[in-house]
């Protein structure tokens, strides 16, 4: 078993919670991110003195296996519950909406991954399977950056994209700690970033629709002013804000799942698998579903009698 080799390509979620179990497994891995660090989506920048979740704005727990792991970041104090209560916008009300735990982080989500990490390379972009001599290629990534390695193997979906606009200002000017939007063109989702760090931070993040996002992508600077128009329309913040940040996700959320948690397949000879937020069968995806899919894939490659099912 220590004699393979897995390439696992993306260090998100997903690539963290594979690489974790196969290394467990006594499994050679050789994890490489294109970023200049690991976490994927749940990017967390330091803007203005301090971290903003601009990717992921919150995970769930449901799972056993994922409670387990939360439990322990919590216990550790990386992770914290936030809020089980949502406001809800548009032109015409505002309501709330109670649901499960929303689970954050006080140095941003990207930090729960780093916690997952043993070795990464960082900056590495692999842009043909050829540059690499793996027993196992595991492709831990959004669907069309996927596909632009491993062709038609798969029967993939498509992504939406999102711009995320954080913004900070001298007082707090709303009364909700997270809100979705329904009905708007321009605006899905609004996070209060100090309420979900916990450090009480006069800083919100607004997240775009996909349809005003397509608009931006060339620019995401240009996202600003639609994105604070509409939050001055939906939650009657009109007041300018002391600094922006806008950041383009090309590929922010699955437009459609797989009824499967992973891909294992054959390209050339070799074994290419393919795992993320969108091969989540039990539902919508989500941090946990990314999770969920990296750990069961890496229990896969791993469970043939006990040992290593790479060949």
């Not at 050679?28 to 970023?35: A, K």
């Not at 900070?168 to 700690?177: L, Q």
Request: overall charge negative.
């Amino acid at each position: 078993m220590g004699s393979a080799r897995v390439a696992v390509i993306g260090a998100g979620m997903s690539g963290a919670a594979c690489a974790g179990v196969l290394r467990a497994a006594g499994v050679g891995v050789d994890l490489y991110e294109r970023g200049r660090a690991p976490g994927g989506r749940l990017a967390a920048p330091t803007l203005h003195g301090r971290r903003v979740d601009l990717g992921a704005a919150y995970f769930t727990v449901s799972d056993d296996g994922f409670a387990d792991v939360v439990s322990q970041w919590s216990a550790a104090g990386l992770a914290r519950e936030w809020t089980d209560t949502l406001g809800v916008l548009n032109d015409a009300a505002r309501s709330s909406s109670s649901g499960p735990m929303r689970w954050a982080a006080p140095d941003g989500l990207r930090s729960l991954v780093r916690t997952m990490l043993d070795e990464v390379t960082v900056g590495r972009e692999v842009v043909s399977l050829d540059e690499l001599d793996h027993d196992v290629v595991v492709l831990a990534m959004p669907d069309p950056q996927a596909q632009r390695l491993a062709g038609d193997a798969v029967d993939w979906v498509g992504y939406d994209p999102v711009v995320a606009v954080a913004a900070g200002w001298s007082r707090r000017e709303w009364d909700f700690d997270a809100a979705f939007v329904n009905d708007d063109d321009d605006l899905a989702f609004v996070a209060d970033d100090g309420s979900r760090r916990g450090d009480g931070a006069h800083v919100l993040v607004l997240h775009t629709t996909p349809q005003r996002a397509r608009q931006h992508l060339d620019n995401p600077d240009t996202a600003v002013v639609p994105a604070l128009a509409a939050l001055a329309r939906v939650a009657g913040v009109d007041t300018a804000p002391q600094w922006t940040h806008a950041h383009r996700w090309t590929f922010a959320k699955p437009a459609a799942t797989h009824d499967a948690p992973f891909e294992l397949t054959e390209i050339g000879g070799r074994r290419v698998a393919v795992c993320g937020d969108s091969w989540c069968p039990e539902g919508s995806p989500r941090v946990e579903a990314a999770w969920l899919s990296g750990h069961r894939l890496g229990l896969a490659l791993t469970s043939a009698n006990g040992t290593a099912h790479l060949g």
